[in-house]
């Protein structure tokens, strides 16, 4: 919960790093909510909850990911290959599933150098 917490805390922060953990923790957790969320509506037709919760982590979301990409030295600019149906989805899941950068790029510094993660 620590790092879904943190990526909210960085609401619209699209600087930086953000390395794999900090990245999948946040992509689990808000996957689990979501899905809790989507059941609560199909069963109760608050329909409305599950949509206002989305729009709410669209921006952290989009955020997260662009320093994900950060932290493996690619532009945030590669969020619109997700516009692709299907491959673009495949591809984005691999260039966040990548290793980022030992040393720092043009995007700043190694954020586990720093943290010593």
Not at 44 to 57: H, P, R
Not at 67 to 82: K, N, Q, Y
Not at 83 to 97: E, K, R
Request: a neutral charge; glycine letters at 6%; one cysteine or more.
């Amino acid at each position: 919960m620590e790092w879904y917490l943190k990526v909210l805390r960085n609401y619209a922060t699209f600087s930086g790093h953000a390395h794999r953990r900090e990245y999948w923790m946040f992509f689990l957790i808000n996957f689990c909510i979501s899905l809790a969320l989507n059941i609560v509506a199909e069963a109760t037709g608050l329909v409305l909850l599950s949509i206002v919760y989305s729009l709410a982590v669209l921006l952290p979301t989009l955020a997260v990911t662009s320093r994900r990409l950060h932290d493996t030295g690619r532009s945030a600019w590669w969020l619109l290959i997700s516009l692709i149906p299907i491959i673009g989805m495949l591809v984005l899941l691999v260039l966040c599933a990548l290793e980022g950068d030992q040393n720092s790029n043009q995007y700043g510094s190694n954020p586990q150098l720093a943290e010593g993660v």
